[in-house]
């Protein structure tokens, strides 16, 4: 039996998830107190327990000891979490570690996997909620083109046997999920996900320790300034070692890539993938940013019981404007100049997105065909991608950011592309 029903009305949901949250949250330290148990975050025991649980050593690069320090330092000084987000925040960084292990370790079996030729991957990024998910998962209907899935990101190790039985890691996604929609039965109304949706590549980058992933999750602003001075090149060498791992594992393909966050990175993305394609997706800020709020509001009272609406709307506008200013300037960068990057704009996607895929295919070098039109047209007629619920946040949103004022911030940005004022309903 499912732990939640979906016969239920999402606020019954919210309120039952609520009251567990809050047991658990209330119980949690006495039970450790009266077990003697210790759920304090430390770094070295968590790098302990990782080589404990699987008898290797080898985490391979870049480091994860200072990183991981970093991050440690900053969820326990600024994150305010709770019980549940400590216990969620250990599972998460255990499980980093652990698969950092085994990828380390099939790389030394199987040396040739680093010879996988990861051929032009296509990147997409762009301000986030701009309608990017719903273009990749457009470009998945084609058999050809290769995403990173959920399920395949979230455990990218092949357990102790060769070849690894994928049902095994399958099966464990579609528990944890199951799990996740039970303590925020909102979240599937703001980013919908199931075990084997395509995987954005801040997940395959957090196996660094040096991603803006976990800023999404946790208020810790001391860890991303950190990261903000990095070299993110080594972190993109990790993660072509994963997209070569996944290719020897599941077979090759067009790589169809996606994050946000590439925006902040993207030197250190050309440099380790010289070849690569860049396609940025826009969309009016004033109905963007209300919605990266939402759900960052969720993610963080998942895990804090300490979080302020109003600190997440201006963390969120300040980030996202200097990323708006990085795609500005990536227009005039040498990518752009050469040819490698393009742009889809929100209204055209949404008006003729298989138009908009035959004008990408075309900036791509891919072939197109009759064919691939009617596997397009016949997805959009049967699917419901791109299809966002209400949320509790959206009334709340639609006072705390006035479009008017977002606008005014994003004046450059706008101006540049000549992006058009919309509806302020949250976004996709």
Not at 280 to 298: E, G, I, M, N
Request: hydrophobic content about 35%.
């Amino acid at each position: 039996m499912s732990i939640q029903s979906d016969r239920l009305p999402v606020a019954l949901k919210w309120k039952l998830a609520q009251s567990f949250r809050s047991l658990v949250n209330r119980t949690g330290p006495v039970w450790e107190s009266l077990t003697r148990r210790n759920h304090r975050i430390k770094p070295e025991d968590l790098l302990e327990e990782a080589v404990r649980e699987t008898g290797l050593e080898d985490f391979g690069e870049p480091p994860v000891e200072l990183p991981l320090r970093k991050l440690s330092e900053s969820i326990i000084d600024e994150a305010r979490l709770s019980h549940l987000g400590r216990l969620s925040f250990l599972w998460d960084t255990s499980r980093l570690l652990v698969n950092r292990l085994w990828v380390t370790e099939t790389l030394h079996r199987f040396p040739s996997i680093e010879q996988e030729r990861v051929s032009a991957p296509v990147f997409i990024t762009g301000l986030p909620r701009t309608a990017s998910t719903f273009l990749q998962t457009l470009f998945l209907q084609d058999p050809a083109n290769r995403l990173p899935r959920v399920w395949e990101v979230t455990y990218p190790r092949p357990g102790r046997e060769y070849p690894p039985d994928f049902r095994v890691w399958q099966r464990k996604v579609r528990r944890e999920l199951t799990w996740f929609d039970f303590l925020e039965p909102e979240f599937q109304s703001v980013y919908p996900t199931t075990w084997d949706s395509p995987q954005e590549c801040s997940e395959i980058l957090s196996h660094s320790f040096e991603s803006y992933r976990f800023d999404g999750t946790y208020e810790i602003p001391s860890y991303i300034q950190w990261v903000d001075q990095r070299d993110p090149e080594p972190a993109y060498i990790l993660h072509r070692r994963f997209l070569q791992l996944l290719q020897h594992r599941g077979g090759s393909g067009r790589w169809v890539l996606k994050a946000p966050d590439h925006v902040f990175t993207l030197n250190g993305l050309l440099r380790t993938y010289p070849e690569a394609r860049i396609i940025v997706t826009h969309r009016d800020p004033a109905s963007v940013l209300p919605s990266v709020v939402a759900l960052t509001a969720l993610l963080h009272g998942l895990f804090s019981d300490e979080t302020g609406l109003e600190q997440i709307c201006h963390k969120v506008t300040d980030r996202w404007e200097e990323g708006a200013k990085r795609i500005v300037s990536l227009a005039e960068a040498p990518a752009s100049r050469e040819g490698r990057v393009t742009h889809v704009f929100y209204d055209e996607l949404t008006r003729d997105p298989v138009g908009v895929l035959e004008r990408l295919y075309g900036f791509l070098g891919w072939p197109w065909s009759e064919e691939q039109h009617s596997v397009f047209r016949r997805y959009l007629t049967s699917s419901r991608a791109g299809r966002y619920r209400p949320n509790r946040f959206q009334m709340l949103l639609a006072k705390k950011m006035p479009p008017e004022l977002i606008r005014k911030r994003f004046s450059d940005y706008l101006a540049k592309f000549g992006i058009r004022s919309e509806s302020t309903d949250l976004a996709g």
